[in-house]
């Protein structure tokens, strides 16, 4: 970048290259690194492909909600991750058990919301 906007420090870039040649390969990496992760954050980039395609017999997902209040947007992202992966791979499962941790503040309310909410 500072070699295309400063033109009159591009000779002495050339120098250092000529002389150094990892700071080529580096820099080259280190460009399609970057190069890779604004690829992937396009929408044709991204994927969920997780190559589990040798997996015999299925998968089961799981999304345990505690019942102790209403979901929030950490709880849908999850939902969503879990239930794209058990309907996309064929004969995966999604079970959703609610997980009874500290009885004293779960209400038959927030299980109730749970369920329509998934």
Not at 8 to 33: G, M, Q, Y
Not at 49 to 75: A, C, D, M, Q, W
Not at 90 to 98: D, K, S, T
Request: with cysteine; charged share 25%; net charge positive.
């Amino acid at each position: 970048m500072i070699k295309r906007s400063k033109k009159n420090i591009c000779p002495w870039f050339k120098f250092v290259e000529s002389t150094n040649r990892w700071i080529v390969t580096a820099v080259a990496d280190f460009d399609a690194l970057a190069h890779r992760k604004r690829s992937l954050a396009t929408p044709e980039g991204s994927n969920y492909n997780i190559r589990l395609s040798h997996v015999k017999g299925g998968v089961v997902t799981r999304l345990p909600p505690e019942p102790s209040g209403f979901l929030r947007v950490g709880h849908a992202k999850a939902a969503l991750l879990v239930d794209f992966l058990a309907r996309g791979k064929g004969n995966w499962n999604l079970i959703c058990p609610f997980d009874v941790t500290n009885p004293s503040e779960e209400l038959q309310e927030f299980e109730d919301s749970i369920v329509d909410d998934l």
